[in-house]
């Protein structure tokens, strides 16, 4: 199901070029074109693309936390360790993930 998906998402672009609602001027990101199709798209179809998206969002995060898990329980405790204590240590080695940093002054002074 997931490749289907992504070529439906990925040809959206095409789409939108060949159907003449991106101007392919020099100065606009390309990657734009998919939501240029979006606009003029029924709601009806909007909204089963906005769930499918969110829906491979989440599945990948899904399969990301299931093999931070199975690392903690198996590479580096051996399977000492209870299954929550790892789905527990999972869970605290995504926190960072979710953290934004601060600016430097540098990257501040660039954009």
């Excluded at 003449?20 to 990101?29: A, C, Q, V």
């Excluded at 029924?42 to 769930?51: C, K, L, Q, R």
């Excluded at 690392?71 to 299954?83: G, K, Y």
């Amino acid at each position: 199901m997931l490749f289907p998906v992504l070529v439906f998402l990925g040809l959206t672009g095409m789409i939108a070029v060949w159907a003449g609602l991106w101007p392919g001027e020099e100065n606009l990101e390309s990657y734009l074109a998919f939501f240029t199709l979006f606009k003029v798209l029924p709601d009806w179809v909007s909204g089963i693309t906005v769930v499918l998206a969110v829906s491979m969002s989440c599945a990948a995060y899904d399969t990301l936390i299931s093999a931070t898990t199975a690392n903690f329980s198996n590479d580096i405790f051996n399977n000492r360790l209870p299954l929550n204590v790892t789905r527990f240590l999972s869970l605290i080695a995504n926190v960072p993930a979710g953290k934004k940093k601060p600016l430097t002054k540098a990257e501040k002074s660039r954009g």
